[in-house]
């Protein structure tokens, strides 16, 4: 059975940074390199919004308006890992950050992560002002 867990949320000042990872296990490096992988966010009283994604091929990447420019997308197929590296935090990016997964997904917002099939229980992120 596939499990997605992230890790490295936390506090942080505004203008600082943090790195998410987002660990697969049950599945072997050949399955793990055929996900598409992509990172969401919920905050209090919104709904979930897609943030960052990258297509199972690794050559694709898509990110969110709002975060364009200060967050980075990396997977480490070697290590059934996924990276989001977020600078210039704001504290509009506060929110539970979630990893998912989808086979041969192509790293875009999967019809608002519905077509994602695994899911993590998510890390919270806070920034303060």
Same mark, same amino acid.
């Given at each position: #059975? ?9 506090? $942080?000042?505004?203008?600082? !940074? ?8 049950? $599945?072997? =490096?050949? *399955? =793990?390199? *055929?996900?598409?992988?992509?990172? =969401?966010? #919920?905050?209090?009283? &919104?709904?979930?919004? =897609? ?5 199972? *091929? ?6 969110? %308006?709002? $975060? &364009?420019?200060?967050? *980075?997308?990396?997977?480490? %197929?070697? &290590?059934?890992?996924?990276?989001? !590296? ?6 509009? %990016? ?13 790293? %875009?917002?999967?019809?608002?992560? !519905? ?5 993590? #229980?998510?890390?919270? $992120?806070?920034? !303060?002002?």
């Amino acid at each position: #059975q596939v499990q997605v867990v992230e890790s490295g949320g936390g506090l $942080v000042q505004a203008g600082g !940074s943090l790195r998410l990872s987002c660990e697969a296990s049950g $599945v072997t =490096f050949s *399955t =793990f390199s *055929t996900y598409g992988l992509g990172w =969401f966010r #919920q905050a209090p009283g &919104k709904e979930r919004e =897609f943030v960052a994604g990258v297509s199972w *091929t690794g050559r694709g990447t898509v990110y969110a %308006d709002s $975060v &364009k420019g200060r967050f *980075t997308i990396i997977r480490d %197929d070697a &290590k059934n890992t996924v990276y989001l !590296s977020m600078n210039g935090l704001k504290p509009e %990016d506060t929110a539970v950050y979630y990893c998912a997964a989808q086979p041969y997904g192509l790293g %875009d917002s999967g019809a608002a992560g !519905s077509e994602y099939r695994h899911w993590g #229980q998510g890390t919270q $992120v806070t920034v !303060s002002s």
